[in-house]
């Protein structure tokens, strides 16, 4: 089933944020992957270098609690969540739900 697309301008909560986010890191991946003939490791590091470049970047804005946002950037802790969540979403999913499942016997 595929992904419905999500505009910039649809992205209004969390979910339409995500979704946004993930299918344009995939199509970038692709193109550049497509192009370069690089191995799809090498450019999944290079995402991965890139979205640290970006937090290092957006940390920095934030260093002199000038931004309205109120965020105040915690390297360590920020970093271990980050590390977190590229392994959970990198991990073997579980199915969500029942309907998901396979079926594994009778009861």
Known sequence: MAMQRVEVADVTD???ARAYIDQTVLATF???L??????SVEVMRML?????????EVVGAHLDGQCPCGWRPLPAKDIEALHASLADAAGPK?????NTMVIAGRA
Request: hydrophobic share 35%.
């Open 34 to 39: 497509a192009q370069s003939r690089l191995p």
């Open 14 to 16: 969390a979910e339409s």
């Open 94 to 98: 579980q199915p969500d739900d029942l």
């Open 30 to 32: 692709c193109r550049v």
């Open 48 to 56: 991965a270098s890139a979205l640290g470049a970006t937090y290092r």
